[in-house]
């Protein structure tokens, strides 16, 4: 396989996830059994279906549905709330719970980059392995538990400003420790640098005096990248149980929520937004690898000059 | 580690396992009625919680006096097989990685990697829950969802798979190997599976199993906390979240601290199936 393929693939599916991932919700929804517009309108619950369909769009198929939906969600208008806030913008919405997301995701990224680093300087010690295996057996949703009765029994069910940066700040680290996040952060990034400095080029470096990191790093940087994206992916997974259990109003509780109540404009433009940013990583490890390939089978003119010299 | 020291894991694990799938056989289609001779109460006769372990053996009771080794074997019942079977889907999709990196079967391989890049590339819980909602009402159980998760989770599992077959020489492995006139079925299925590869796929199939169960638990502890409906189970059983659940109220000064102690020994239990059977596979 040429060295470009794995990218230029990765490259591809970045750019295609955010619409094939809405398609596929929107096909799914017209393949189940009854009609769409039943979901807004139950059956014998309320009358004018068809008026309400064609409102919504909901008359003319699934790929006019489609192709409608994803033209006004590049736009930002991610239409409106089928039931769970009946009517009301998505944008709305998605707006005001983003920042939470990336906030709680922002916070539990900071253990497992950290863990990472001191694995790849080789300043975690091995004996504490155990450490974070152990903590790491605990499921997300035990953790945030913890967080929540705390945050309950210290500033009370209503909580406050105070309470809600506590409530963020220690469901990110729950994120970045349970699930085994941070034991495999230290680990994977452990074994990856275990394995390069086995190969003959970085023995070779070190009886010259150089650092096993700045020659190893190059190599190892595509594995690294792509670790790192799977850890933002498990992050990004689990916060959909922190959020809830937390009561923090993230786009994971808003998914949770739309799943709920059934209220699929919701959660279109909440899977199409972690898809979106699941692209953007992959998109990011593509590019990453692409720089990367580039650097390592770059001339060697200038070092091989530097040698004669 | 020898066979002598993994022989004690394996029938620790298959033990305990074993007894998971009986008590979920042994569970109750539904609960007992409510007892309120069964329940904690205070100097003016309000209920203030369940009785403890010793009170009402073995596990003791919920505010309604309902006994909560009931609810330890619905939830037994829930996630029993399930789990078992998203672990064997694991550990067969991570064999047929190992199998192709080793026969060189380029395209498959490629196809395999193919299919682990699309799988991964979004937070599984997101998909799960679209899964969650697209299923019909019929379907709303464990199973589906459980295999859905397995099947997200198997990239990983085939990756280390195929890394662990490519380090092991790959093709050149299985041309040695037959050189020294072994047959096919030998070669692949002892030499490569069971001597080679089955630390990493026992690995993660146990690993698998495990999160199933947490997984059922976190997606029914946020139906509980939402007051709706779980996806994993029909409404006349319970979950061990549920246990949980109740176990939240201690916090509130609810004589239910006996149901925090048992839904935890329960995820203990859980991961220490999982890590018996890690051990046991593990390699010489």
Redesign the interface.
């Known amino acids: 396989?040429k060295w470009w393929m794995?990218p230029l693939?990765?490259l591809i599916?970045a750019i295609l996830?955010p619409l094939v991932?809405p398609a596929l919700?929107t096909g799914?929804?017209w393949a189940?059994?009854g009609d769409p517009a039943s979901i807004i309108c139950p059956p014998g619950a309320c009358d004018g279906r068809d008026a309400l369909a064609a409102r919504w769009g909901l008359d003319q198929g699934a790929l006019h549905f489609y192709v409608e939906w994803m033209k006004k969600a590049v736009t930002g208008d991610f239409g409106r709330s089928w039931t769970l806030m009946a009517g009301s913008p998505v944008y709305d919405e998605m707006v005001a719970s983003i920042p939470w997301t990336a906030m709680v995701v922002g916070v539990a990224l900071v253990p497992l980059v950290l863990g990472t680093v001191l694995a790849a300087l080789g300043w975690m010690p091995k004996a504490l392995d155990y450490v974070w295996n152990a903590i790491g057996?605990a499921?997300?949703?035990?953790l945030a538990?913890l967080v929540a009765?705390y945050v309950?029994?210290t500033w009370g069910a209503f909580g406050g400003d105070t309470a809600d940066l506590t409530k963020v700040l220690l469901g990110g680290l729950v994120l970045g420790v349970a699930?085994g996040a941070f034991a495999g952060a230290v680990s994977g990034t452990r074994s990856v640098f275990e394995e390069e400095v086995k190969q003959r080029y970085v023995q070779i470096a070190l009886l010259r005096g150089e650092t096993v990191l700045a020659n190893a790093l190059p190599n190892v940087l595509p594995a690294m990248i792509g670790q790192m994206r799977?850890r933002v992916?498990?992050v990004?997974?689990?916060?959909?149980?922190v959020e809830?259990?937390c009561g923090i109003p993230g786009l994971?509780q808003l998914?949770?929520?739309?799943?709920?109540k059934?209220d699929?404009g919701v959660?279109l433009a909440?899977?199409f937004a972690?898809?979106a940013f699941?692209?953007a990583l992959?998109l990011t490890q593509a590019l990453s690898e692409i720089a990367v390939a580039l650097y390592v089978r770059r001339s060697p003119k200038g070092v091989l000059e530097e040698a004669v010299a | 580690m020898n066979r002598a020291a993994r022989l004690p894991w394996l029938i620790i694990g298959g033990t305990l396992f074993l007894g998971l799938v009986i008590a979920g056989w042994m569970a109750p289609e539904f609960l007992s009625p409510p007892d309120l001779e069964k329940v904690a109460k205070d100097e003016f006769g309000q209920t203030v919680g369940g009785l403890g372990f010793f009170e009402a053996p073995p596990f003791g009771t919920n505010e309604y006096g309902i006994p909560l080794h009931e609810l330890a074997l619905q939830g037994a019942s829930i996630v029993a097989i399930p789990s078992a079977i998203a672990g064997l889907m694991v550990m067969a999709l991570a064999t047929l990685a190992g199998l192709v990196r080793c026969a060189d079967i380029g395209w498959l391989d490629t196809v395999l990697q193919a299919f682990g890049e699309i799988t991964g590339a979004l937070p599984r819980m997101v998909v799960v829950l679209v899964i969650a909602l697209l299923l019909p009402y019929d379907y709303k159980y464990l199973l589906p969802i459980a295999l859905v998760w397995a099947l997200l989770a198997s990239p990983a599992a085939m990756d280390e798979a195929a890394a662990s077959a490519g380090r092991l020489g790959g093709a050149r492995f299985v041309e040695a190997l037959r050189a020294h006139g072994f047959s096919a079925g030998r070669i692949y299925l002892y030499h490569v599976v069971w001597l080679n590869l089955r630390p990493v796929i026992v690995r993660q199939g146990a690993d698998v199993m495990m999160q199933v169960v947490f997984l059922e638990i976190a997606l029914s502890y946020l139906a509980l906390a939402s007051n709706a409906p779980s996806f994993t189970h029909a409404e006349s059983l319970n979950s061990w979240a549920e246990l949980l659940y109740l176990g939240y109220s201690w916090i509130l000064d609810r004589h239910l601290g006996h149901a925090v102690v048992l839904s935890l020994a329960l995820i203990a239990l859980t991961a220490f199936i999982a890590q018996s059977f890690r051990l046991a596979a593990r390699a010489r």
């Open positions: 396989m794995r693939v990765r599916a996830l991932v919700i799914a929804l189940l059994p057996v499921p997300a949703v035990i538990l009765a309950t029994i699930d799977g992916l498990h990004l997974s689990g916060a959909v149980v809830v259990v994971g998914l949770w929520d739309g799943t709920l059934q699929f959660v909440a899977t972690f898809s699941s692209g992959m």
